[in-house]
């Protein structure tokens, strides 16, 4: 767990629940796959009110400051509705507005921007502000893989802190291994060969990923995924 002095982003994030919330423990045209069956094993395994494990930052992180809600910038890729829920454990998990959720991931062919050749894009990047209920609602499509790691997307939480200081949450979360098969399968997706590493072969994924699976449904083009992020206050 980092804080650090309110700066720009951070002066934008004022939390609505008393005390200080820290984590613990967590016009394109996109292409939708042939069948909408989703693997029944994608329900998520972080139930309401237990704490979210934390995971390294990872790869990449944003340069600059995006606040929208769609980040895909013409990417093609399948559509992903990603829902992110912040609850407080402390407060009988109750909704925790007004603190900033940041996503990244990489683009259909691995990609992430901001780096190496795509220093001057911006895709697949966003900050969203929760709502009185708690909630984020991104529009992005279903991140590619690259090699060494599992499919997955990073996040990041910052709530405003006693002293006008910052807790900065950092986790990943990760899909189940059948559907992004059968999302692969399909173009923009395909052709990329042998390599794709599953979540029991990914470092990160072992050591809290069976609590940070998404829970994903079918939703005309792609997919709905939904994730509740449980933060404690200090």
């Known amino acids: 767990m980092s804080s ?19 984590a613990f ?7 939708s796959p042939t069948t909408s069956s989703v693997p ?4 998520s395994t972080n139930a309401a009110c237990s704490v ?44 925790v507005p007004n603190a900033n959720v940041e996503i990244w991931h990489v683009d259909a062919a691995g990609n992430y921007s901001q780096y190496g050749t795509q220093t001057t894009q911006t895709y697949l990047r966003g900050i969203q502000t929760t709502s009185p209920a708690g909630t984020v609602v991104f529009t992005t499509i279903y991140p590619g893989w690259y090699p060494g ?7 990041k939480v910052r709530a405003a802190a006693a002293g006008g200081r910052v807790h900065d949450f950092t986790s990943q979360v990760f899909f ?25 072969r990914d470092g990160i994924f072992r050591q809290a990923g069976a609590q940070l699976m998404l829970a994903v449904t079918s ?4 997919y709905a995924a939904s994730f509740d992020l ?3 206050t200090t």
């Open 219 to 222: 939703a005309a083009p792609g």
């Open 52 to 95: 979210t494990p934390t995971e390294t930052v990872g790869p990449y992180p944003s340069l600059t400051d995006l606040f929208r809600s769609d980040i895909r910038d013409n990417k093609q890729g399948t559509v992903l509705t990603l829902t992110i829920k912040v609850v407080n454990t402390n407060a009988g998990c109750a909704a």
């Open 40 to 43: 029944s094993s994608t329900t």
């Open 176 to 200: 189940d291994d059948a559907l992004s098969d059968q999302v692969f399968a399909q173009p923009p997706y395909g052709g990329r060969g042998q390599g794709r590493v599953s979540n029991a």
């Open 149 to 155: 790691r599992a499919v997955h997307i990073h996040f």
């Open 230 to 232: 449980a933060l404690q």
């Open 25 to 31: 423990g967590c016009g394109d045209s996109p292409t």
């Open 4 to 22: 650090k002095k309110i700066g720009r982003r951070e002066a934008m994030t004022i939390m609505g629940a008393a005390g200080a919330a820290v």
